[in-house]
């Protein structure tokens, strides 16, 4: 439910994103088959890739444990997402995972690094637009 609260931010702001020159790619850790549903059932129009290894997440630092997906941020941004219609669906990937948000330069050049502490965990969506403007 808080991914997909999350992804309907950002694709809430594709247009933005595109007028500023970048492109929104998100990564999960689901199968590959979970990850075509997921980009089926939200209509989603830019990449969705998948690590079910985990691999891109160790390498980014990203935090996981029971520990940190339970929390207040997680409780209220669960209610937020419920407003929106985000519900829980089936459990896919590895519940345990927190993401992040980054915004990496032609260069190579991490710009933005949003590392979730817990479940819920999401930057404003202000500042990575900020980010972006200012990688441009």
């Known amino acids: 439910m808080l991914c997909r609260e999350q992804v309907a931010q950002l694709r809430d702001a594709l247009d933005e994103i595109h007028r500023l020159g970048a492109e929104l790619v998100v990564v999960g850790n689901g199968r590959p088959e979970q990850a075509r549903d997921f980009v089926e059932e939200r209509g989603l129009?830019?990449?969705v890739l998948t690590d079910p290894e985990l691999v891109a997440y160790r390498a980014a630092r990203l935090r996981r444990g029971i520990g940190s997906t339970f929390g207040m941020?997680?409780?209220r941004t669960g209610l937020q997402a419920l407003r929106h219609g985000n519900v829980q669906g089936r459990t896919q990937g590895d519940p345990w995972q927190q993401g992040g948000v980054f915004?990496?330069?032609p260069e190579s050049r991490v710009a933005f690094a949003h590392v979730s502490e817990q479940a819920g965990d999401h930057p404003e969506l202000t500042a990575v637009l900020a980010a972006l403007r200012?990688?441009?």
Do not use: R
Request: charged share 15%; proline share 8%; hydrophobic share 50%.
């Open 103 to 105: 915004v990496i330069t």
């Open 134 to 136: 200012a990688a441009d």
């Open 73 to 75: 941020k997680g409780l």
């Open 45 to 47: 129009t830019f990449p």
